[in-house]
């Protein structure tokens, strides 16, 4: 019954911007740490970025200084803004939780950066 549908991804050129949103339900959002994964054709699962309960974020390297992650517990909904695209940054973007000892992912968006 867990559920987590992404959404906000899109094609855009380097250096632009976008919002991704993930939904949660199933769970009990505001005591969840969450995570966006991001999965490019070819590649494994990367983590991207994490925010716990609290608001405490962290962020991969590649990602440190140009996206933020964030969350509305009143809504149920994880947010992850991404500035500064580069063409590396193209994935599949999936929002994730630890739940009763099991990961689980959404569907994912996509996202490509292209010129």
């Known amino acids: 019954q867990v559920q987590l549908v992404e959404s906000g991804g899109g094609l855009v050129q380097p250096g632009e911007s976008l919002r991704l949103s993930c939904v949660a339900s199933?769970?009990?959002?505001?005591?969840?740490?969450m995570r966006w994964y991001r999965q490019a054709p070819g590649n494994e699962r990367e983590l991207v970025a994490t925010?716990?309960?609290?608001?405490?974020?962290n962020y991969a390297d590649s990602v440190k200084g140009r996206f933020t992650v964030s969350r509305d517990n009143a809504k149920s909904t994880l947010y992850l803004q991404m500035n500064s695209l580069k063409p590396e940054d193209t994935a599949v973007y999936s929002c994730?939780?630890?739940?009763?000892?099991?990961?689980?992912w959404g569907q994912g968006t996509q996202v490509t950066v292209s010129s």
């Open positions: 199933g769970i009990l959002f505001r005591f969840s740490p």
């Open positions: 994730g939780v630890e739940y009763r000892a099991r990961n689980y």
């Open positions: 925010i716990s309960s609290g608001g405490i974020t």
